[in-house]
C-alpha cells in the first residue's frame, strides 16, 4: 500500500499485516471533502485486496481526527446540487470494506468526523478526544449516519441530547458510554493501541476475520431469531475452510496455527 501516493492521505504498514491510513490535511483539520473521500474510498478498496493486509487503522491527527464536513466548501450549496448530485452518498462507502477497521480518534472528531470514525469496526479514542455532532449549530443534521449509527452506539436520550444541543462529549466519557471499546492516556498510545489490536486481529484466519465482522455487521439490520440463523450458517460454512482444520488441529496438538487463509 505504500507504493500508491495520495493528497489527503498518509498511508504506511507499520505492523506485519496492518495498514495505516492517517487523514492528512492539517491545514483545515481534516475537514472532510469530495477528493478526500474519494482518496479514502480508492484506499481502503485497495487494501481490501491486498492479501498482505489483515487488518486497518484509520487515525488523523493529535488535534483532529476530522474536524467535520469542510463547511465552507458546503456554504454555497443549493438542494438542488446536493439532492441533484447525491452528496455525500459516495461518503459511506467506507462501511462496505470487509476488512475490520479500528479508528483510533484524537482530537476533534465532529460531525462528518465522527460520523467517519463510527463508520469504522472499533473505535478507539484518547482522553481528551472530543467526539461531537454539531451540525444542529448551522442549521443542518448529521448527514452520513450520525442520528442512526450514534443512537445505536449509546443510546436514543444520549444521542438526542447530543445531536439536538451539538455538544461535545469527552473521550472518557466516549468509552464510558460505550462509543469508543477503549480509552488511552495520549494520541500516541491510542494509536498504538488500536496498532496492536489490528496486529493481533491480522494474524488470525482471514477467512475466519471476514465472516466474524460480516455476522457482527448483520446484528446492525437482522432481528435476533434471524441473525443467529445466519451466524449459524456462517459457521457451518467455515468447516469447508483449511483453516478451520488447521486452527482446531493445532489446539489440540498444542501448537501454533500456520493460517493458509484458504
Ligand atoms: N470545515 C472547513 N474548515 C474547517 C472546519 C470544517 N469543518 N473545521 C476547521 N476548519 C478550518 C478553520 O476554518 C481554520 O481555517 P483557517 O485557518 O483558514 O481559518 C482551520 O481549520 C483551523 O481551525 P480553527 O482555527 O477553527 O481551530 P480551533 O482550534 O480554534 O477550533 C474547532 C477547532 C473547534 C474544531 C473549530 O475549527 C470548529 O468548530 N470547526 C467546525 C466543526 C463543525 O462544525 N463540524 C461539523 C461540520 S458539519 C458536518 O460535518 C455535516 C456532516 C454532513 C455529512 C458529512 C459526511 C461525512
Avoid at 473521500?37 to 476530522?66: H, M, R, W, Y
Avoid at 467517519?116 to 444542529?136: H, K, R, T, W
Avoid at 478451520?244 to 484458504?262: S, V
Wanted: net charge neutral; glycine share 10%.
Amino acid at each position: 500500500p505504500s507504493s500508491q501516493t495520495y493528497e489527503y492521505l498518509k498511508v504506511s504498514t507499520p505492523r506485519t499485516g496492518v495498514a495505516l491510513i492517517e487523514l492528512n490535511r492539517p491545514k483545515a483539520l481534516n475537514a472532510l471533502f469530495t477528493p478526500l473521500i474519494t482518496e479514502l474510498n480508492a484506499c481502503a478498496k485497495q487494501l481490501d485486496k491486498d492479501s498482505s493486509i489483515g487488518a486497518i487503522v484509520l487515525t488523523g491527527s493529535p488535534k483532529a481526527f476530522a474536524a467535520g464536513a469542510d463547511i465552507k466548501e458546503m456554504a454555497p450549496k443549493t438542494f438542488g446540487d446536493v439532492y441533484g448530485n447525491d452528496f455525500i452518498e459516495s461518503w459511506n462507502d467506507l462501511t462496505l470494506t470487509k476488512k475490520p477497521i479500528i479508528s483510533a480518534v484524537n482530537g476533534y472528531a465532529l460531525g462528518g468526523g465522527c460520523e467517519l470514525a463510527m463508520m469504522a469496526d472499533i473505535v478507539y479514542c484518547s482522553a481528551s478526544a472530543n467526539f461531537g455532532q454539531p451540525e444542529i449549530k448551522l442549521g443542518v443534521i448529521p448527514g452520513a449516519g450520525g442520528s442512526q449509527r450514534l443512537t445505536k452506539g449509546i443510546g436514543k436520550s444520549r444521542a438526542m441530547e447530543m445531536i439536538l444541543t451539538g455538544d461535545n462529549l469527552s473521550g472518557t466519557k466516549a468509552g464510558e458510554w460505550g462509543l469508543a471499546a477503549k480509552v488511552f492516556e495520549d494520541a500516541e498510545k491510542c494509536v498504538e493501541g488500536a496498532l496492536d489490536t489490528a496486529e493481533k486481529i491480522a494474524g488470525y484466519s482471514r477467512l475466519a476475520v471476514k465472516a466474524a465482522k460480516e455476522v457482527v455487521n448483520k446484528s446492525q439490520d437482522l432481528g435476533i431469531r434471524e441473525g443467529v440463523e445466519f451466524e449459524r450458517r456462517v459457521f457451518h460454512g467455515l468447516f469447508g475452510s483449511q483453516d478451520q482444520k488447521i486452527g482446531m488441529k493445532a489446539f489440540a496438538e498444542k501448537k501454533k496455527a500456520e493460517w493458509t487463509h484458504e
